[in-house]
């Protein structure tokens, strides 16, 4: 055989397995052009969807006239909470176990809610519907700072929950409160504080940010009358909760659903949810007969479809006059929008918030998050990282970095003196979490040298004398961070959506050749998972990746997966992939005993076939067993060759990285230019570090906006100000620096450390503030 | 509403249609003759999903009407492969580095930068960030971007060196 003569590091390098900068399988089609993106989408006698929004942000309505609209010629329905209520479907649940308006009923909450859905002829009709449909408000009093929102004097936001003094999470104490979630050692903490040498204490307001994938949210939902069948394609993160809330929404049956995510352009976390408009669709077919679709335009993807962050973060840290952390605590106050719809696991209202201890052994540690009701647009998503954990690394490593000052020590200091030690690990933190392995001061001291940190300060402190003397008007900022994210959500004995385990999923057939098709219930939106999962499946399997072809996204062929979101797809559906892969192996490595005639424990395995230990020579391939199994497997086996895999963690993951950023900023003009920005992250096995390197570079990116002024701004009425690409902040290729990473890069991200980075950097006047604000 | 006839070129085929006045070209582009390559990310002239080439000129299709493209020659990322059926060295240069990731800004992107390396053939990496800044990406950060395009640059520049 050929194959026989080929040496072992030939065979590795023909599977393309783990490790490998393996060229995406995706970009044959992407780069001509050739993606299938939902507005791709062309079905015979398709109607287009289009929404009359709230111009409010809260107000009555006392008046809907749908009369000129439906006279419009190509216009086929119009559709209000009035035409739902009959069908139960004017409201919905949400994720966090909360309720949202579909249509709006009798009151708007946010500017851009859902008031009216016109199904017409094509998208301009649609259009010209949505100017004659003519509704009238009567204005209320808008509530847009989450400060005031349990005032005594507050405007009652939700009628609906008038009189409800419990919700999802627990007790409500005010008509605008949602939840209080409280987790570590309350009188522990007071303690260590009240009788602690130095306390620092920040008010850190995170912005609310979106997190506008370049493709907006969609559907195109078709009811086959005849069947009784639903099929929808859209971009959803989530398919198969998708069509267990779908059929929960609407009484079809969940075998009569398909959901089906095409090409998603992008999603970091806006494509969690399920919107108004998936619903109003699916509701519009039915009652037409004829499929529907829906796309918003970039105005509606900002005003309406999920934010991220928005967290009033207050917060004190405790230590000795060593710059050792005695104690923690922080209190956040959770702006949720309207209604709540944050994509959490359900046991966590505030994600994994409580991983805000961060990277450091901090004995005790106390959070209180309370979430409340505004007049702005429901979310609050994980956006680039995982449930609430960029808000979290953000505020200890701001509050570190005020200890810092207040100590007057250096940044990098006082982190290497509390970061948790690798033989502490595991791990065991003050909030309840066990990180599983780590060596932080290894990734910090290689991200100091490699920057030269000790001569980067020098050179700080000889530019702050020159701009003290006058001869410059330019400062130069360092920024020092640390962080450990919490993915891989999660074990099915605290996490859940819905009461969903947030297991994920893999079912693989080998055919008959030795090709393979796995099947996934995750959902890539640009991560690239039809090329790395085959490289997982290529070393597990000892098949060439492009032998494997992965699908996913498809409720109808793909296992039970909660999708794709909140840094989980590799830790979980990734492990579920090797796991299924390792049964189609401990199955072939039978056929192999029954065909060399020997026990199975005599075999080895060997890259990409099995072996009789001690007689090398004697060997079947993968390819050869993959024959065999349709044809001569042992007696009393099935035939056939397939597996499938539902993977529940034991545990969450906890990559971590360490960031340097220096700054010069011209103190007249403004103009702030990156020098260097170096970041290395730890994941652990590099499934393919172009991707990873890739993922790196666009967390990076999109911290920089957060860092550099991207924000959603509500004016008093609740305008949101900025709802296009012209006033909300994207960076383009020239404002991004080139990024420099190192390591072992991971796939999950937070980008929190950026901004810190950049933010300390820039904050020049030592002492001057006791409030932080991106 | 009155419809215009409109004629042009698009990817070397003529095409000929009745279009409303009001039609954008991009929805023209993609809903009447099935040309789904460009994109609609923002509709204001801003993210440059929607890019095409015509008449020598990167344009937006989003904010031009389809009548103001009447007697165009207009290129899309679908007429980008060359005439032997080859991919355009900057299709292979985006793959190469990993110059895409969700794919949604890609079309746009590579019609932009072919444009950029008709006018510029060996553009500085100042030049390409530059020349691209009409075109957004969510994905990528632009660093890998700028490496197809750069590669792409001196691929072409050899080609061109080769063949005379």
Known sequence: ?774 | MAKSHITMTVNGKTIEALVEPRTLLIHFLRDQQNITGPHIGCETSHCGACTVDLDGKSVKSCTMFAVQANGADIRTIEGMANADGTLHALQEGFREMHGLQCGFCTPGMITRAYRLLQENPKPSEAEIRQGISGNLCRCTGYLTIVRAVRAAAEQMSSAREAAE
């Not at chain 1, 959500?489 to 393979?516: Q, W, Y």
């Open chain 1, 1 to 774: 055989m050929t194959t026989e003569t080929q040496s072992a590091q030939e065979r590795t390098q023909k599977l393309e397995g783990l490790g490998t900068r393996r060229k995406r399988v995706e970009d044959v089609r992407f780069t001509q052009g050739k993606g299938n993106y939902v507005d791709d989408f062309k079905l015979p006698g398709m109607l287009f969807g289009d929404f009359v929004r709230s111009p409010y942000g809260h107000a009555r309505i006392t008046s809907i006239n749908k009369a000129a609209a439906l006279a419009l010629p190509g216009v086929k329905a119009v559709l209000t909470a009035e035409d739902l209520k009959p069908l139960k479907l004017h409201w919905m649940p949400t994720l966090a176990g909360d309720v949202q308006a579909v249509l709006a009923d009798e009151k708007v909450l946010f500017q851009g809610q859902e008031v009216a859905f016109v199904v017409a002829e094509d998208r301009y009709v649609a259009a010209d519907a949505v100017d004659l449909i003519e509704v009238e408000f009567e204005d209320l009093p808008a509530l847009v700072d989450p400060s005031q929102s349990m005032a005594a004097a507050a405007p009652v936001l939700r009628d609906d929950l008038q009189g409800k003094t419990s919700g999802a999470h627990g007790p409500r104490k005010h008509h605008n409160h949602i939840f209080t979630w409280e987790v570590g050692d309350a009188e522990g903490t007071a303690r260590a504080i009240s009788g602690a040498q130095v306390v620092a204490t920040e008010h850190i307001v995170y912005q609310r940010v979106h997190p506008c994938p370049l493709e907006t949210c969609g559907c195109v939902a078709s009811m086959d009358k005849v069947n009784g069948h639903l099929t929808m394609w859209g971009t959803f993160q989530a398919p198969h909760a998708v069509r267990t809330v779908a059929s929960l929404i609407s009484g079809i049956p969940e075998h009569k659903i398909r959901i089906v995510s095409p090409d998603i352009g992008g999603g970091f976390g806006n494509k969690v949810g399920v919107y108004p408009g998936y619903i109003c669709s699916i509701v519009a077919s039915i009652v037409l007969g004829v499929p529907v679709k829906w796309v918003e335009d970039r105005m509606e993807n900002l005003q309406a479809t999920a934010f991220a962050r928005d967290y009033h973060m207050s917060g004190e840290i405790a230590a000795t006059q060593e710059g050792r952390i005695t104690a923690l605590r922080c209190h956040v106050l959770a702006d949720h929008g309207a209604f709540d719809a944050c994509a959490d696991p359900t046991k966590y209202p505030a994600g994994f918030f409580s991983i805000c201890t961060g990277s450091y052994d901090i004995p005790v540690a106390h959070v209180t998050v309370e979430g409340v009701y505004t007049n702005k647009a429901p979310g609050g998503v994980a956006y680039r990282c995982s449930f609430r954990v960029t808000e979290a690394s953000y505020f200890i490593e701001r509050m570190i970095d005020v200890l810092a000052r207040k100590l007057g020590m250096d940044p990098a200091e006082i982190r290497r003196r509390n970061l948790i030690r690798k033989e502490q690990f595991p791990y065991q933190s003050a909030l309840g979490w066990e990180y599983d392995s780590g060596d932080y001061l290894a990734a910090l001291d290689k991200a100091l040298n490699t920057v030269g940190y000790a001569a980067l300060r020098d050179e700080q402190r000889r530019s702050r004398e020159a701009f003290a003397r006058g001869e410059t008007r330019k400062l130069m900022g360092i920024g020092v961070s640390f962080f450990t994210e919490i993915v891989g959500a999660g074990p099915i004995k605290n996490c859940d959506i819905l009461g969903l385990g947030m297991f994920d999923s893999c079912e693989i057939r080998v055919h008959p050749t030795g090709s393979v098709i796995a099947r996934l219930g995750t959902i890539s939106q640009g991560q690239g998972h039809a090329t790395t999962f085959a490289q997982i499946l290529a070393s597990e399997l000892g098949i060439p990746a492009e032998k494997i072809t992965v699908e996913e996204g498809d409720t109808d062929t793909a296992p039970y997966g909660l999708g794709t979101y909140g840094s989980r797809s590799t830790p979980v559906a990734g492990a579920a992939t090797a796991m299924a892969g390792r049964k189609i192996r401990a199955k072939a490595q039978m056929i192999a005993a029954h065909l060399l005639e020997v026990h199975d424990d005599d075999l080895e395995w060997d890259i990409d076939r099995f072996r009789v230990k001690g007689v090398p020579e004697l060997s079947k391939t993968m390819a050869e067993l993959a024959f065999a199994a349709y044809n001569n497997v042992p007696p009393g086996m099935e035939p056939g060759l397939e597996a499938v895999s539902y993977y529940d963690p034991p545990n969450m993951t906890y990559p971590f990285g360490a960031y340097v950023c220096v700054v010069d900023v011209d103190v007249d003009s403004g103009v702030t230019e990156i020098r260097r920005f170096y970041a290395l992250d730890d994941c652990g096995t590099r499934i393919n570090p172009m991707i990873i390197e890739g993922q790196v570079h666009g967390g990076l990116t999109e911290a920089l906006a957060i860092a550099m002024g991207q924000e959603m701004a509500y004016d008093e009425a609740g305008n949101l100000t900025n709802a296009s690409l012209l006033d909300f902040f994207l960076p383009t290729a020239v404002e991004t620096p080139s990024w420099e990473i190192a390591g072992r890069a991971s796939s999950a991200q937070s980008c929190s450390p950026v901004q810190l980075a950049m933010e300390t950097a820039m904050r020049l006047q030592p002492g001057a503030s006791t409030r932080s604000r991106l």
